[in-house]
């Protein structure tokens, strides 16, 4: 298995541009969320599913679009990259939305946004 | 607002010392307590968690201390070791819903 992937590792944007961050998981789990880790924040919930077609809103989720069309793919888009976008995103997953300690985290990409 | 509020930022122990890293929390709804693990460069990792209907859980040299009536909860690592050096975050989540709430971290050194 190779768990949770996300690309890219790291990216640049300028102001006003798009992208999509990339997240899969091989695992099977129903649940998958994306956070934002800025120095002395800890990590932020973005936006979350717990399942294929259901997402929802976390804690700073302004700015932010997720979709969930299958149950490996949680991809996370900027519509209009700002600096306060600047950051390193985790995407996570866990087998049940009731197994909610169990979250298997990705490496991370590192977004500047200039 | 933070939800769940850790200290110290910061933790130097010697090899062989007792790390102790702290949370706190206001909501009383929270029912799951989960500590994490983060080397530079990756993903967190879960390291231990508890539920408040237990004072205390073990795994090895990992020790979760949880006192409800003070709504705190701590990290105790014995026995520390230079391959402990990592940043730690305490984390909270409600029964109903699918949120966590992370502390802020704690990036703890271990001096050979």
């Known amino acids: 298995n190779a768990g949770v992937t996300q690309t890219p590792k790291f990216q640049v944007l300028k102001t006003g541009q798009s992208m999509t961050l990339q997240c899969a998981q091989d695992?099977?789990?129903?649940?998958m969320s994306w956070y934002r880790q800025d120095p002395g924040m800890g990590l932020r919930l973005i936006h979350y599913?717990?399942?294929?077609?259901?997402?929802d809103q976390g804690e700073v989720p302004n700015g932010y679009n997720v979709s969930r069309s299958t149950t490996e793919d949680f991809p996370l888009r900027l519509l209009s990259a700002a600096p306060s976008q600047t950051s390193v995103y985790f995407c996570?997953?866990?087998?049940?939305?009731?197994?909610?300690?169990?979250?298997?985290f990705g490496p991370g990409t590192r977004l500047t946004v200039t | 607002q933070q939800q769940v509020k850790q200290s110290p930022q910061s933790l130097i122990v010697q090899k062989g010392g007792i790390s102790i890293i702290n949370c706190a929390y206001e909501?009383?709804?929270?029912?799951?307590f989960p500590w994490y693990q983060q080397f530079p460069g990756k993903g967190p990792a879960l390291l231990i968690a508890?539920?408040?209907?237990?004072s205390e859980k073990k795994e090895g040299r990992f020790t979760i201390s949880f006192n409800k009536s003070a709504k705190q909860f701590s990290l105790h690592i014995m026995d520390s070791q230079p391959g402990d050096s990592a940043t730690y975050f305490c984390?909270?989540?409600?029964?109903?819903?699918?949120?966590?709430?992370f502390g802020t971290g704690t990036s703890l050194t271990v001096i050979p």
């Open positions: 695992m099977n789990h129903e649940y």
């Open positions: 984390a909270a989540s409600i029964g109903t819903g699918n949120q966590f709430y």
């Open positions: 996570a997953s866990s087998y049940s939305r009731t197994n909610k300690g169990e979250q298997y």
């Open positions: 909501n009383t709804a929270f029912d799951y």
């Open positions: 508890i539920r408040p209907d237990v």
């Open positions: 599913s717990v399942g294929a077609g259901i997402t």
